[in-house]
């Protein structure tokens, strides 16, 4: 038994599994570190990225070797 499919069922196949193939391994590359043994930031870095969020957007002196930081804002939350 012979099985008729036209050319653009088997590209539209072959495309469809190399696309799949792409997904999987980009997937499989993926740090999947991150996901699983996420830990909260201590207090200590949660106050120290503050502080460098403040410096960045509020010190003139950085403000001169990275302008792009001048019309930053820090909400409160």
Avoid at 48 to 53: I, R
Avoid at 55 to 73: F, G, Q, V
Wanted: proline share 3%; aromatic share 14%; with cysteine.
């Amino acid at each position: 038994m012979a099985v008729l499919i036209n050319n653009g069922m088997m590209k539209f196949y072959w495309l469809s599994c190399l696309y799949l193939i792409c997904v999987c391994l980009l997937w499989w590359r993926h740090s999947k570190e991150d996901m699983v043994n996420y830990k909260k930031p201590s207090k200590e870095q949660k106050y120290n990225l503050k502080s460098n969020m403040k410096t960045r957007c509020y010190n003139e002196n950085y403000h001169k070797t990275r302008p792009d930081y001048e019309e930053c804002t820090v909400c409160d939350e």
